[in-house]
């Protein structure tokens, strides 16, 4: 078996019923720690300054041996039903032809959304899974759905 990453874009501000709450730590990081608790793996934070136009890109870290990674689990808040710009930037990065991608996404009811689509679109060439979608307030008083 191959090795696993889990990236993830995580945000501390939750907006919820059209109230904006503030988190000490975003659901989606919450959401990848338990994954990686889980699977294993290697763990990587896909930060905001992803989202910059390419040549303003600034990494927090280079993955520099992507390709022994077999299994990706890219992680994300919903946005209006797409995963954010900085996950897409990512995406389009690196070269994920032959991995398996199984995203994983925390929203407040949209589940999915249209990421499935998006990563299909950017990553062609990769073997996408189904993906599990978790409420952001499920995390708290259901963790073990993750690791299910």
């Known amino acids: 078996m191959g090795r696993t990453l889990t990236a ?5 501000r939750n907006l919820s019923y059209g109230k904006v709450k503030k988190l000490v730590i975003g659901h989606t990081e919450q959401a990848a720690d338990l994954i990686c608790d ?3 793996g ?3 934070r896909i930060n905001k300054t992803e989202a910059l136009l390419p ?5 927090p ?3 520099t041996d992507m390709d022994t990674y077999d299994t990706v689990y890219p992680g994300y ?3 209006c039903h797409n995963m954010p710009a900085p996950v897409k930037e990512f995406l389009k990065k690196y070269s994920f032809a032959g991995k398996t991608i199984i995203p ?3 929203h407040s009811g949209s589940g999915m959304g249209r990421s499935a689509d998006e990563i299909k679109l950017i990553c062609p060439d990769a073997r996408l ?11 708290l008083s259901d963790p073990g759905r993750i690791r299910r």
């Open 42 to 44: 290697d763990l990587y």
């Open 38 to 40: 889980t699977i294993g």
């Open 55 to 59: 040549e303003n890109i600034e990494y």
């Open 104 to 106: 994983f996404c925390t």
């Open 77 to 79: 808040p919903i946005c």
């Open 61 to 63: 870290k280079e993955i």
């Open 129 to 139: 899974s189904r993906g599990l979608a978790v409420a952001g307030a499920q995390l």
């Open 8 to 12: 993830f874009f995580s945000m501390t």
